[in-house]
């Protein structure tokens, strides 16, 4: 049982390029969300999903899209990279939003230059 | 205990001491509590949860406390070992909407 799949690991762009952060769950979870973790700071909510179909945003969405095609994948992508968004990235999945605990993964490492 | 700023609160113990490391939470109207641990390059994993119903839950070798008329959880760590070494974090969430995470305190566990 993989749990929360995360790829890549780790990412360099340049400001301006765009890309894709992949997650994939294999737990049939409907709720998925996308944080960002920045030194000193807790976890943010970038975006999130209650199930294939339906996304919204959490606390920090700008300069983020998502979509939610099937229940197992929540790709975030970047739209024009930006130095602000360097950070460790998670993607975390949970039964239901905010009364099941939040399985994460092992989260993409961005720097943006 | 967890605080905002650049340097997280850290906590040093002897292995086969008992760790306990506190959250000061900020809203009263939270109803669950989630303490997670986080190694260094890995994801946040699951400890232990409690809902707002309850004072005290125990699991294996943690036991989580929750004391609603000050906002404060603790998690303890009996017989600390050194696989406990980790940033742990506690999140709330009020109503099951979006949980808000501390930035965590480091526990480090000398042999």
């Known amino acids: 049982n993989a749990g929360v799949t995360q790829t890549p690991k780790f990412q360099v762009l340049k400001t301006g390029q765009s890309m894709t952060l992949q997650c994939a769950q294999d737990?049939?979870?409907?709720?998925m969300s996308w944080y960002r973790q920045d030194p000193g700071m807790g976890l943010r909510l970038i975006h999130y999903s209650v199930g294939a179909g339906i996304t919204d945003q959490g606390e920090v969405p700008n300069g983020y899209n998502v979509s939610r095609s099937t229940t197992e994948d929540f790709p975030l992508r970047l739209l024009s990279a930006a130095p602000s968004q360097t950070s460790v990235y998670f993607c975390a999945s949970s039964v239901d939003r905010g009364q099941s605990p939040l399985h994460f993964g092992n989260g993409t490492r961005l720097t943006v230059t | 205990g967890e605080s905002v700023g650049l340097h997280l609160p850290t906590l040093s113990v002897q292995e086969g001491d008992n760790s306990i490391i506190n959250c000061a939470y900020s809203?009263?109207?939270?109803?669950?509590f989630i303490w997670y641990k986080q190694e260094s390059g890995k994801g946040p994993q699951f400890i232990i949860d409690?809902?707002?119903?309850?004072d005290k839950r125990q699991g294996q070798r943690v036991t989580v406390l929750l004391n609603k008329t000050v906002k404060h959880l603790s998690l303890q760590i009996a017989a600390t070992q050194p696989g406990d070494s980790a940033v742990y974090f506690c999140a709330e969430n009020r109503a099951g909407n979006q949980f808000y995470f501390g930035t965590g305190t480091s526990l480090t566990v000398i042999p």
């Open positions: 809203n009263s109207a939270s109803d669950y």
């Open positions: 737990m049939n979870h409907e709720y």
């Open positions: 409690i809902r707002s119903n309850m």
